[in-house]
């Protein structure tokens, strides 16, 4: 689905939500606004979910969803992702490419809308963490 398939009121509705946001050097509250006007976002899913994410649509081929969960009431959506559209070296994609999201479901829509979109150091689920660190002192 597309931005541009949505009812013009819920467009005008996106457009009054500011979202937090720390990429790059840059952080605080973001328009919704200026990123439908700059960056042409689409929907991704995620699991059965529709989400749209302050990224721009060309975008989604770099993008990995790494885990993911929703709330009991199915409000809000935490995303951990892998987004190397802009990534400078192979090597730094653990402390370049990594982001986290939080979601909430639109009022009166089917879909979520991200409200805070940060960067992340890409780091294993606990549970890969304590397998990997048992294995290596098992060997060490």
């Not at 979202?19 to 973001?30: F, L, M, S, T």
Request: aromatic content about 10%.
């Amino acid at each position: 689905m597309k931005v541009a398939n949505l009812s013009v009121e819920t467009i005008e509705n996106i457009k009054k939500i500011r979202y937090d946001r720390i990429r790059g050097k840059h952080e605080g509250p973001e328009g919704w606004s200026s990123i439908l006007k700059y960056y042409d976002p689409e929907f991704i899913k995620i699991q059965k979910y529709l989400v749209l994410l302050p990224v721009a649509g060309e975008n989604h081929p770099n993008i990995t969803i790494l885990r993911s969960s929703i709330s009991h009431d199915e409000q809000v959506m935490t995303i951990f992702l892998k987004d190397t559209s802009y990534l400078s070296d192979p090597e730094l994609e653990m402390f370049e490419a990594g982001f986290m999201a939080v979601c909430e479901k639109m009022p009166n829509e089917s879909f979520y809308l991200a409200t805070v979109y940060h960067e992340w150091f890409i780091i294993e689920t606990l549970e890969n963490q304590i397998k990997s660190r048992s294995l290596s002192s098992q060997h060490g």
